[in-house]
């Protein structure tokens, strides 16, 4: 069955700290994998995309990596600061149909 | 959300009643999509259009049917909603389908069903 977990399902850190958030999938054909923060009441905004031949990905203080052999994602924000208080939701794409594949997201609290 | 709005926000229905979203873009963007997202749950995708009158399943429409009359704008409808349908609705918007598109949301409407 195709499917994306991510873990831990939420995470308090303190402002300025690091922190990483992981994502495996068992999702085939493989197409890509993206990652979405969610504020609260809001809806989805991509933050990376990467594929098949991608194996890390920066959007300023957000680095995705891929590792496509052991189907596992990670997401690390450096430095984390209070706007980044949101769900992280990952995301495959099925090569065959573009049908996307959504994890249940990781809620992070960044408390200052 | 820049370039594409859902309305109302909210709503409180009672259960039995016909309800009915609205997802309006400026992007003319040709495909839009219909989720839901649930507590515990990834968003699921309830219907999908690829144009005007181009409409398709996604893997939860039962219960909701769609229409798309023009461009901009894709409507989401529930014949007699159920509190099994209590959910916020998300509607996004794509230029294609190549991978490597983005897909750009509204900002969502949470509907509840008494």
């Known amino acids: 069955k195709n499917q994306v977990e991510q873990s831990p399902q939420s995470l308090i850190i303190l402002e300025g700290k690091n922190c990483t958030l992981q994502?495996?999938?068992?999702?085939?054909?493989?197409?890509?994998l993206r990652w979405y923060k969610q504020d609260t009441g809001r809806g989805p905004v991509s933050l990376t995309i990467m594929t098949f031949s991608e194996n890390t990905k920066s959007n300023g203080r957000y680095t995705a990596t891929l590792d496509a052999d052991t189907k596992q994602s990670s997401l690390h924000i450096t430095a984390s600061q209070l706007s980044d208080s949101a769900s992280y939701i990952c995301v495959v794409s099925m090569d065959s149909n573009y049908q996307l594949i959504w994890g249940a997201g990781t809620k992070l609290i960044i408390k200052p | 959300d820049a370039g594409i709005t859902q309305s109302p926000r909210h709503k409180v229905t009672e259960t039995g009643t016909p309800v009915t979203l609205r997802c309006h873009q400026t992007?003319?963007?040709?495909?839009m999509y219909w989720y839901r997202q649930d507590p515990g749950h990834g968003l699921r995708l309830i219907h999908y259009s690829y144009g005007v009158k181009d409409t398709d399943k996604g893997e939860v429409s039962d219960g909701y049917s769609v229409s798309r009359s023009k461009t901009e704008d894709f409507l989401l409808t529930l014949e007699s909603a159920t509190s099994s349908q209590t959910s916020v609705y998300f509607c996004?918007?794509?230029?294609?389908?190549?991978?490597?598109?983005?897909?750009?949301f509204g900002s969502g409407t949470r509907l509840t069903v008494v």
């Open positions: 992007e003319n963007h040709r495909y």
């Open positions: 996004a918007i794509r230029a294609g389908t190549s991978p490597l598109y983005g897909y750009t």
């Open positions: 994502c495996n999938y068992t999702v085939s054909p493989f197409s890509n």
